[in-house]
């Protein structure tokens, strides 16, 4: 179990709270490594950088849209709160998690 990756997705639950729709379409992708350099979790940063989690929004955003076929997130994992990452992240954290279920066609959007 390791406690830095628990903290980001804490961290990522506590930010997006608002924003969450698990099962959304339209989704913002965060830099694991990235934000966990951040936090202080300087471990986190050359072993998860690109490493991307997965949160789903309730509504789009502005600026540019992308349509990403669900097929790409074979074997990530979701949290309660929505948030879906890599499996082998999932189990690294220790969290209670199950298996992500995307749509057919998802909307990656970036601010």
């Not at 804490?10 to 992708?29: D, M, S």
């Not at 849209?65 to 929505?82: C, E, L, M, N, W």
Request: hydrophobic fraction near 35%; aromatic fraction near 10%.
């Amino acid at each position: 179990m390791n406690k830095h990756l628990e903290g980001v997705i804490k961290k990522l639950e506590e930010t997006y709270r608002e924003h969450l729709a698990e099962g959304a379409r339209n989704y913002l992708e965060v830099d694991i490594g990235e934000l966990g350099k951040q936090l202080g979790y300087t471990d986190l940063e050359s072993d998860y950088r690109r490493v991307f989690a997965v949160v789903p929004l309730k509504n789009h955003l502005s600026g540019m849209k992308v349509r990403i076929d669900g097929r790409t997130f074979v074997d990530y994992a979701q949290f309660d709160s929505g948030i879906a990452v890599p499996g082998y992240v999932a189990r690294e954290t220790g969290l209670p998690s199950r298996k992500f279920s995307p749509q057919d066609s998802m909307i990656c959007n970036f601010n």
